[in-house]
């Protein structure tokens, strides 16, 4: 049977990434940049002041005490007028420009600043063994030279990249197109989330997290009603489901007698890439494409139960999403931490088992699983933060051994 990783291959070799559009800054932020950026300044553009201070030549304090005439005052926004030359100083407050002749700044606090008469500055003692040249001064283009590329294109955009933006002089980008992705829970069993369940029925809980976690991997849900387990109803919802550039089914491709989604799929001119994969929970995903001319629709049955769903989700869809947006971290976050108790791996499925992930004291991660009651124990995974990523085959994987982790952050 297909492999998780051949299956993600395949998924991934559907994925082209979205046409770019610009969005001012101010929106840009957890957008996907689409272009590199270069700095169109030196930063800082001048040898600055890092501390509030005396501009001084280093050499006079050599004997590590002077006591310079002050020749002017300079705060951020100046333009210092005066060279400082050995035996003078200016005061300077931070980031401002270094006044031609100083070669270091002297914080104000090693400082002692004496006033002869009120039409002078006056002079200053400084009692510092530890002026060397460059002492805080940061120079000219220490932090980037105009030209340089700063932003690739990939990148998702945090804060700091938001702030890096407007320092370089963009008040609009290039970002990924937003990229839609219906979300279509089937079965006949459910209701909706505000409705009480009569006998047989259980609320829809795959249409809620769905559209939380496409959002969180960065494309705008689009949540259709629920589709009845009859073809008709599945037609007409999924051909909806089609306009969208990703479409997530949950429910419906299992062996059931009402499983109805691959042959609806089929019918509606779905192409299927598979159907089943060697997975714990999630054997029966399904996934196809539906191409429309330029673009095309990725397709992806989820089996109904939620953690499956959710694994299915996390370990192709996020990606999925990620390849779109165009961005270059691939989405998903995978570390390496300590089994923290023994647990006997059985039957021949790769599994993805919820777990907590920490790091201790001692600064090693550590996983332990959680204690959840399968797939359709939704509740149980509440106190999961991590899957642990399990290999196919009998094993009993010790105490302290190292496994591989799947962090479910949603950023
Ligand atoms: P299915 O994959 O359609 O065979 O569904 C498998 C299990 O998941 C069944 O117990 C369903 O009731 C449950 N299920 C299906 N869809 C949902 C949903 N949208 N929300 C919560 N549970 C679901
Ligand atoms: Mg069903």
Known sequence: MLTVDEALALVLAQAVPLPARAVPLVDAHGCVLAEDVASDIDSPPHDKSIVDGYAIVADDLRQGEACLVILEEVVAGDVPNVPVERGSATRIMTGAPIPEGADAVVMVERTEHQVHDSSHLGRVVIRDRDVRAGRNVMRRGTSMRAGDVVLQRGTRLRSIEIG???????????????????????????VEPADIPAPGQIRNSNGMLLTAAAR????????????????????????RGLESDVLILSGGVSAGV????????????????????????GKPLWFGVARRGERSTLVFGLPGNPVSSFVCCELFVRPVIARLSGRNDGGRFQVRARLEVDYQQRGDRHTFLPAIYRVGDDGAARVAPVAWRGSADLRGLVAANALISLGAGEHLYEAGEIVDVHLLDEI
């Open 258 to 281: 009402l499983d109805l989604v691959p042959r609806v799929l089929a019918e509606l001119g779905v192409e299927q890439v598979f159907h089943k994969l060697n997975l714990k929970p």
């Open 164 to 190: 890096l933006l407007a320092e370089v002089g963009r008040s609009s980008v290039q970002v990924a197109s937003q990229l839609t992705v219906a979300i279509l829970p089937t079965g006949n069993e459910l």
């Open 216 to 239: 969180a991997a960065g494309g705008e849900p689009i949540l259709l009603p629920i589709a009845r387990d009859a073809e008709e109803d599945l037609r007409q919802k999924i051909a």
